[in-house]
C-alpha cells in the first residue's frame, strides 16, 4: 500500500541532545513538508521541498534542519537550538504540479517529548 | 501573513444533529482551500475548494466556499459519534502551490 511512514513514532531526548524524524513515502510525490502540532492548535510548517536536492524554510524553520537527498526520504532534525521542541511532528507529501498540489497526504506523527 | 481563523473552536452535539463549522481567510494570494479531519494523529483529506459557490458534497458531509467573502463552511448532517473529531481548514498558496496555511481546527464531538 502506497504511503508516509514517520518513525519513531514517540521519542525522548534530553535537553541539549540532537534528534532526527525519519519521514519515507512510496507515493512517487515529488513535495514533502514538516508540519509541527502542538496542543490545541493547528498545524505550523517547519520547511518544505518540492524537488530533490532544494528546500525552503516554513514559518518556524528556526531550530530545525531538513534534507532531501532522495525523492523518498524527507528527515527532519530538531536541534538543541529549537527552545520547545516538545510538540507532535507531522510529515505530509503531494504532487508538484496539477490541480491538486494542495492535496496533503501525512504520515501517522511523532510525538517528541524533551525531558 | 496569511491567515487562517476557524470557529467555533469546539463543539457538543448529540447524535442526528447537524452541524456547521466555519472558516474564513486572509491570504495574499489563493490558490485552493481544503478541509481535513484528524481523529487521532494523521490527518486525512476532506474536500479541496477553488471556486465559489459550487458545493463539494461526499455522503453527509458538504462543504462551499464564498471568494468575495473569504469563507468556507463545512456542514455535517445527521452527525454519528464517528464524526468526533478535529476539523482542519487550510488555504493553499498561489505562488508555492502545495505550501498550505492551517487554522486551529474544530473539535467537535458527538454524544450518543
Known amino acids: 500500500d502506497g504511503g508516509i511512514t514517520q518513525s519513531p513514532k514517540y521519542l525522548f531526548r534530553k535537553e541539549g541532545q540532537n534528534v532526527t524524524l525519519s519521514c519515507e513515502q512510496n507515493?512517487?510525490?515529488?513535495?514533502m513538508y514538516w508540519y509541527r502540532q502542538d496542543p490545541g492548535q493547528g498545524l505550523r510548517l517547519i520547511y518544505y521541498s518540492q524537488i530533490v536536492n532544494d528546500f525552503q524554510k516554513g514559518d518556524i524553520a528556526e531550530g530545525y534542519s531538513v534534507s532531501r537527498e532522495k525523492k523518498e526520504s524527507f528527515p527532519l532534525t530538531v536541534t538543541s537550538a529549537q527552545k520547545n521542541p516538545t510538540a507532535f511532528y507531522l510529515c505530509?507529501?503531494?504532487?508538484?504540479?496539477?490541480?491538486?498540489?494542495?492535496?496533503?497526504?501525512f504520515g501517522e506523527g511523532s510525538r517528541l517529548t524533551v525531558l | 501573513e496569511d491567515k487562517v481563523v476557524q470557529s467555533p473552536l469546539s463543539l457538543v452535539v448529540h447524535e442526528g444533529d447537524t452541524v456547521t463549522l466555519n472558516c474564513s481567510y486572509e491570504v495574499t494570494n489563493f490558490r485552493s482551500l481544503l478541509w481535513y479531519k484528524q481523529e487521532k494523529k494523521a490527518p486525512t483529506f476532506l474536500f479541496m475548494l477553488t471556486s465559489s459557490g459550487i458545493e463539494k458534497k461526499s455522503g453527509r458531509l458538504s462543504s462551499i466556499l464564498d471568494k468575495k467573502e473569504l469563507f468556507s463552511i463545512l456542514n455535517i448532517t445527521a452527525t454519528q459519534t464517528g464524526d468526533s473529531a478535529v476539523y482542519l481548514c487550510a488555504v493553499e498558496e498561489g505562488t508555492n502551490a502545495g505550501k498550505s496555511t492551517f487554522g486551529d481546527g474544530t473539535t467537535l464531538t458527538v454524544k450518543p
Open positions: 505530509a507529501s503531494s504532487t508538484a504540479g496539477g490541480p491538486r498540489t494542495g492535496e496533503l497526504f
Open positions: 507515493l512517487n510525490h515529488d513535495a
